[in-house]
């Protein structure tokens, strides 16, 4: 009997540069070792049956990762934790697993939302970064350019820009959380907020804090709305 598990997973600062097809290849060795029978593709190529939330890219780290697998028997969550665990470098780590239902909906298609943290060494940033971020709050347009196929399209990334609060200055990383759209044509990435800023050569961090699911959208939503008036303008992400 076929069983789906959905996995929640670290991906750390050591392995930060590994690939999005690198780490795919990692957990299917993980997988083998750990003698979880992974449910496989019919065809001439037979792949195992692993599906991710969402890519991250080269350079960034992730707090809390998704991962679905297919097992071909009914397996207890807890002893694949500890299973692949036992097979996970510094760098990889499974934080959880649970059952999900084999018919729900597949999981990149829940995908709404990303928390990021941000870091930026103070000392190479300009003297007015604060006068910077506040005009990018304040914009309703900042146009770039992504690379799709073999053209440049241009797109507005300041409606992808949930969320921005400055969380600590006082050391030697000033510090950033970062909320986003994630979903297919309407992705906003911490590295392109950056790079709009002006700061393309400043020395970052980036780790995805989390990815916010369809089910969990209206709660943050929520959240948002039952901010008191005056606190408004720090969730907007004010600087002062």
């Known amino acids: 009997m076929t069983q789906r598990l959905r996995l929640l997973y670290e991906k750390g600062h050591p392995v930060r540069w590994l690939g999005h097809l690198d780490v795919a290849r990692f957990w299917e060795r993980a997988l083998r070792r750990a003698d979880i ?7 001439y190529n037979p792949q195992p049956k692993i599906q991710f939330a969402s890519a991250l890219p080269v350079g ?27 097979q996970c470098p510094r760098g990889f780590r499974v934080i959880r697993a649970w059952e999900v239902p084999l018919k729900a909906p597949a999981l990149p298609t829940l995908v709404r939302e990303a ?5 930026v060494e103070r000392a190479f940033l300009p ?18 350019e992504k690379r799709r196929k073999k053209s440049w399209v241009r797109y507005n990334l300041r409606p992808l820009i949930l969320d921005l609060r400055l969380e600590d200055t006082e050391g030697e ?20 907020v950056l790079n709009a800023l002006g700061w393309e050569d400043v020395p970052r961090r980036i780790e995805r804090l989390r990815l916010i699911l369809k089910e969990e959208r209206s ?22």
Do not use: C, H
């Open 37 to 43: 029978p992974v449910v496989y593709s019919q065809g």
């Open 60 to 86: 960034f780290s992730g707090r809390a990762e998704l991962m679905d697998i297919w097992v071909a028997s009914p397996q207890q969550p807890e002893q694949v934790r500890q299973a692949l665990n036992a």
């Open 115 to 119: 928390e990021y943290l941000v870091q």
């Open 127 to 144: 003297a007015d970064w604060r006068e910077q971020v506040q005009r990018f709050l304040k914009a309703e347009e900042i146009w770039r």
């Open 173 to 192: 990383w000033v510090t950033f959380t970062l909320r986003v759209k994630s979903e297919p044509g309407a992705t906003g990435r911490p590295d392109e």
């Open 219 to 240: 709660q943050v939503q929520d959240q948002d709305d039952g901010q008191r008036p005056e606190d408004q303008s720090e969730e907007k992400g004010d600087i002062t």
